[in-house]
């Protein structure tokens, strides 16, 4: 496992850092502040697993579907989506720019013996060095960023020819205004308050257009829906609460 120290400001927003470092120590908790995530996190890797088997040839019934692929995961926080997919077989970047954020991920991938290279970097320092991944991730980060067009850019830049740009945000409706903050943050008290902002929610259409306007043809959209009775997400033809997104560079 290697680490890369580098922090630059970007289009990092420092109060959004400081909100996730307070909740550094909470990461591996499936019953902590970060519950919804692990109970979401299923339906993500296998998403990201099944579009990319697709896009490069890949069978998703063998041990390491993504071996050999190249994926950067951006705002890892602590590796919750990064190790499942090293498991996979994938090399992992994952990049942070709150250094608690990454202890706790470098320790927890030791702790599982999984060689995950994780960074206090930013996406527009690593696309300004020219590196280039198979697979770019940004999930559930880019209603975070101080600068969104900014943030596309980047992630975009990073994309190597053939490969593949996922993102999940939340969108912009008053069901996700009830949905997402009231119910979420003030009712079931899944997430702290104020974790997100609902004017900093995007459209699917937004963010459609914005990785267009960089070279990026989408490719797929999917929502993502909570079912209470199971106690599980899964995909959905609804995006009016949260949506992943799919694009692929020719």
């Known amino acids: 496992m290697t680490g890369t120290r580098q922090t630059e400001a970007g289009t990092v927003d420092p109060d959004e850092v400081a909100r996730f470092e307070r909740l550094a120590g909470t990461w591996w908790d499936p019953r902590g502040p970060m519950r919804p995530l692990h109970r979401f996190n299923p339906v993500r890797v296998g998403y990201i ?4 088997a697709n896009r490069f040839g890949r069978d998703i019934r063998a041990d390491a579907p993504l071996a050999g692929l190249s994926v950067l995961d951006i705002g890892c926080g602590g590796g919750v989506l990064s190790e499942p997919l090293a498991r996979l077989g994938a090399s992992v970047t994952g990049l942070d720019p709150a250094e608690k954020n990454l202890a706790v991920a470098r ?86 308050r104020g974790t997100h902002d609902w004017r900093r929610f995007i459209t699917p259409d937004e963010l459609a257009a914005a990785i267009s306007r960089h070279g990026l043809a989408v490719t797929d959209r999917t929502g993502v ?8 997400w899964q995909t959905s033809s609804d995006l009016s609460v949260n949506y992943m997104l799919a694009a692929a560079r020719v």
């Open 49 to 52: 697993r099944d579009l990319a």
């Open 107 to 192: 320790a927890h991938a030791a702790g599982e013996g999984l060689a995950i290279d994780y960074r206090a970097q930013t996406v527009e320092s690593v696309a300004a060095s020219g590196e280039q991944f198979d697979v770019v991730l940004a999930m559930e980060v880019v209603e975070h960023v101080a600068d969104v067009e900014a943030f596309v850019a980047a992630t975009c830049a990073v994309v190597r020819p053939g490969g593949l740009l996922v993102m999940a945000t939340l969108n912009r409706t008053a069901k996700s205004f009830a949905l997402a903050i009231v119910g979420a943050e003030y009712v079931l008290r899944w997430l702290p």
């Open 225 to 232: 829906v909570y079912r209470p009775l199971g106690d599980t």
